[in-house]
């Protein structure tokens, strides 16, 4: 056991001085000096100030993505504010949904009320702000009346793309 640990000691101490050390250079060359040459750095031209407003062509073909021109109103947001209140005369005890998938058919609204952003019982008035996708431009408020389950009031809230800040869905 003593003659293998020696025998690694050396073995690995022989690899190191065969790796290692460099010794030292006795050339008469000099090393090289490193000047820093400063070069004159040319203004970049601002560039010039649009100050015509250009619509988009819905119908125009583009090249590349450097070409498109896009509508002013245009925000590149996810989502938007909606402030939803309900007007609750005579104080009847209700259920209010507010949902995004749903059809308006011949029979009717039909509502998918697994794609609601709001769901609450009420006593009173309501009101509140929800945040909703910027893909979702049109809402129904189900409005269910504890005495008569059976025949909900639907009212239909549709975006206008045109409003700036926080839009409004009002039921009375």
């Known amino acids: 056991m003593k003659l293998t640990n020696n025998t690694s000691i050396f073995l690995m101490s022989l690899l190191m001085m065969g790796c290692g050390g460099g010794g030292s250079d ?13 070069e004159p750095v040319a203004e970049v031209p ?5 100050s015509t407003i250009v619509e988009p062509d819905p119908n125009a073909t583009y090249e590349s993505t450097a070409d498109l021109i896009v509508s002013r109103k245009f925000l590149l947001k996810p989502e938007y504010a909606l402030a ?12 209010l949904s507010l949902c995004t998938d749903f059809t308006d ?14 769901r ?13 996708a910027n ?6 408020m189900a409005i269910w009346y504890f005495e008569d389950m059976k025949n909900p009031r639907y009212e239909v809230w549709e975006n206008d793309t045109d409003a700036n800040g926080v839009r409004t ?4």
């Open 135 to 140: 893909d979702k431009n049109r809402l129904v």
């Open 46 to 50: 601002e560039p010039p100030v649009v």
């Open 169 to 172: 869905f009002e039921v009375n």
């Open 26 to 38: 006795d050339s008469s060359t000099p090393d090289p000096v490193v000047v820093a040459v400063e």
């Open 84 to 95: 939803v209140s309900y007007k609750n005369d005579g104080n009847r005890n209700a259920y």
């Open 120 to 132: 609450t019982s009420i006593q009173s008035d309501y009101a509140g702000t929800l945040t909703v």
């Open 105 to 118: 058919g011949e029979e009717g609204i039909k509502v998918n009320y697994n794609s609601c952003l709001l």
